[in-house]
Each structure stands twice: as structure tokens, then as C-alpha cells.
């Protein structure tokens, strides 16, 4: 991984390589940054930079023998610590290594990823995973071994906060009396579910969220957009590169949300209850997950246009089809019913969430939304 390779993050990038010209490396990094803000392409650029041979430009070569290896992931002094799950027969104790072969086809086929998409990866979709206390192990079987080529010896930990409480603890042992020429990087998404002694322990390393400028030149990158589509989807994903591209690739999903929600305040607003009972079958015949997706969308465009009232423009994220809609809709929305509005959508969040009949609580839906729209 190259720092050039990584959009933006300029003023990080210049530290970052400022710290070994002047002899500041220091043995333990977190680098705190939202979900989808590039975090792990840093920490892995970083690492393969402290290696390399010959760096140029503030940047790594990728023609010495320790950059080539880095660019396989197969670099001997690089270490990398993830959450995994238990699978199957024989795999009641999965450490990282378990899935080292997949975790490197994973990480070399994107550079921007999340939790969701690792598990995706591995076939645990449906699994809870964690850092289990025997990792606390091999990373001291690892830190034994010698320094064999490269000047640093890494480990990388990926989402901290997921380690079992013991695992943390043998870790802040190891922060406390830290061996030579060994540089840890922790990249948590949720910082403040690490335990606090190993946040102090550690050189704390900000990572701002991309701006929506660099997300629209990402997602115009990989993806062929207008101008306008792309700075809608850019604004909606607040920063997160992986909600950027998910956007995107859901954008069928984000149509088909918006018509649906459309016409259930249209038909809610003239009470039309034949074709709204119609409408809360079909959508009862959805997969759970749709269904879900779909109230999250609902009470996303509940909370930007009720915001849209306060006129406070720079805090709307929509599409520019949803700001079409909003011009006219959002007056509907007020503190009369925006609150319970929200409150209904997310309890039918959580029905469906705990298995409930789906037309029921589409049925017991409409009839809130038909009253709540009249409220205004
Ligand atoms: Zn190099």
C-alpha cells in the first residue's frame, strides 16, 4: 500500500512520514478515525513505509525486497490481529492466522472495507466474532520471534475493541514493557471501547472523515456518475468511503425505497386505505432484511426533512430526487409529529427485528402514519 494510493489525508500522511527522519517512531499508534475513513490503508501505507529500503518523495518505493513483500501482505516482520469466528469441526480456538490466507485476499482486493463485509467474506454473516483470548499468545509467540529483515517489526490489530477482556489484558502487559524495533498500530472503529490503560499506552494518530469532495472523486473513480448523482451519493455517506460506495451500489434499492415511501405519505395523506393495505402486503412479502433496510430508510428521510424545516441546509443529506420530493413534503413534518413519526418506524424496526408478523406491522404502520400525517 502506497500513501498516494490513499485519497486525501494529506496533513496525516506528511506526520506520519516525518517520524522516522526524526527519530520518533514510537512503539504503539492508534489511529482514531470514524468507520469508512481510511484508517487501514494509513496504517498498512505507515508500516510499509517504516520498511522500506529506499523511500522517495515521501512515499515508499515498492521496488526493494521488503515493499514487495509488503504489496503480498507477505512480509515476515508484518503481523496482523482481526476479529474471526468460530467455524465448524476442530475450530473451537480461531486465531487470526486461522484466516490469515483469506484475511490477505480480502485485504488485497480492496483498499476501504468494514466489519460487515470481513464477516461476508469469511461465510459468518450470521456469527458473532471476536478476538479471543488466545491471540493474546501467538502475538507473544510473534514478538519472540527475531526481527528477520525488515527494521520494524509490525503488528497491525484491526478493531481492538473486539478483543476478549483477558486478550486486552495481556496486550497491556505487552504495551507496557514494549519490545525493541516493534511498532503496534491499533485501528478501532469505536476507541472508546478500548480499555482506557491501553488508549493511554498508546500515540494516538487522528483520521478525519473524507470531506464530500474527496467521496465524490472516489466514487466518480470507480463508478460512471454525473456530477449530480455523485454529490448526492457523496453527501449521503457523511464521510464513510464504504457507505459511499454501498450507496451506490444500492442505488436500485435507494429508488425503490424512495417510491415506497412516497406513496405510503401520499396515500397515508389521502387516507386511501384499500391501496395502502394492498401496498403493506407486497411489502410484507420482502425479506426481513429489505423490510429493515426500508424503516431505516424511512426514518433517515423523516429526520432530514423535519432538519430541512429548521432551514439549516448544510445539515440535509439527500439525493437530489429526495430534495425534489422534500421541497413540498417536508412541511408535513414538524414537531406536531416528526418525533412519533420516527418512534413508529423504528419500533417496526424492532418488530421485524424480533420476528413479528410482517403484515401486522406494516397493517399497524399505515394506520399510525395516517393519523400522524394529519397532525401536522
Ligand atoms: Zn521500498
Redesign the pocket.
Known amino acids: 500500500m502506497f500513501f498516494r494510493d490513499i485519497k486525501g489525508h494529506i496533513k496525516v500522511k506528511e506526520s506520519l512520514v516525518r517520524m522516522p527522519a526524526e527519530n520518533r517512531v514510537s512503539h504503539a499508534y492508534m489511529f482514531v478515525g470514524p468507520e469508512g475513513s481510511g484508517k487501514f490503508p494509513l496504517a498498512l501505507a505507515f508500516a510499509q513505509y517504516l520498511n522500506?529500503?529506499?523511500p522517495v518523495n515521501g512515499d515508499?518505493?515498492?521496488?526493494?525486497a521488503?515493499?514487495k513483500k509488503y504489496s503480498k501482505l507477505v512480509h515476515p516482520d508484518l503481523h496482523f490481529v482481526f476479529p474471526v469466528v468460530k467455524t465448524g469441526e476442530g475450530a473451537s480456538n480461531p486465531v487470526s492466522d486461522s484466516f490469515i490466507r483469506e484475511w490477505r485476499d480480502f485485504v488485497l482486493q480492496r483498499k476501504y472495507f468494514n466489519l460487515t463485509q470481513w464477516y461476508n467474506f469469511i461465510g459468518a454473516e450470521k456469527k458473532q466474532g471476536m478476538i479471543y483470548t488466545q491471540e493474546s499468545q501467538e502475538i507473544i509467540k510473534k514478538l519472540n520471534l527475531k526481527t528477520y529483515e525488515g527494521r520494524y517489526k509490525v503488528m497491525i490489530i484491526w478493531l481492538p475493541e473486539k478483543m476478549h477482556p483477558t486478550a486486552s489484558n495481556k496486550l497491556l502487559k505487552i504495551l507496557e514493557e514494549p519490545p525493541a524495533g516493534t511498532v503496534f498500530i491499533l485501528i478501532p472503529d469505536n476507541p472508546e471501547e478500548v480499555i482506557s490503560t491501553i488508549l493511554s499506552r498508546t500515540q494516538q494518530i487522528r483520521i478525519p472523515p473524507f470531506s464530500t469532495e474527496e467521496l465524490k472523486e472516489v466514487i466518480q473513480e470507480e463508478y460512471e456518475l454525473n456530477d449530480e448523482d455523485a454529490w448526492g451519493y457523496a453527501r449521503l455517506a457523511n464521510g464513510n468511503i464504504v457507505s459511499a460506495r454501498d450507496i451506490v451500489e444500492g442505488s436500485e434499492d435507494l429508488d425503490f425505497f424512495f417510491e415506497n415511501f412516497v406513496f405510503l405519505m401520499r396515500k397515508a395523506y389521502m387516507r386511501s386505505l384499500q391501496e395502502l393495505v394492498d401496498w403493506g402486503d407486497q411489502m410484507s412479502r420482502l425479506t426481513r432484511d429489505k423490510q429493515k433496510s426500508f424503516f431505516e430508510y424511512c426514518l433517515r428521510l423523516i429526520r432530514e426533512n423535519y432538519i430541512s424545516n429548521l432551514k439549516e441546509d448544510e445539515l440535509v443529506y439527500l439525493t437530489p430526487k429526495e430534495r425534489g420530493f422534500s421541497e413540498k413534503f417536508a412541511p408535513f413534518i414538524n414537531d406536531n409529529n416528526a418525533f412519533q413519526m420516527a418512534e413508529e418506524f423504528s419500533s417496526a424496526h424492532s418488530h421485524i427485528s424480533q420476528n413479528g408478523n410482517s403484515r401486522i406491522i406494516f397493517m399497524d404502520l399505515i394506520l399510525k402514519i395516517i393519523i400522524l400525517i394529519k397532525n401536522r
Request: proline residues 0%; glycine residues 10%; contains cysteine.
Open positions: 522500506c529500503e529506499a515508499s518505493c515498492g521496488e526493494c521488503s515493499c
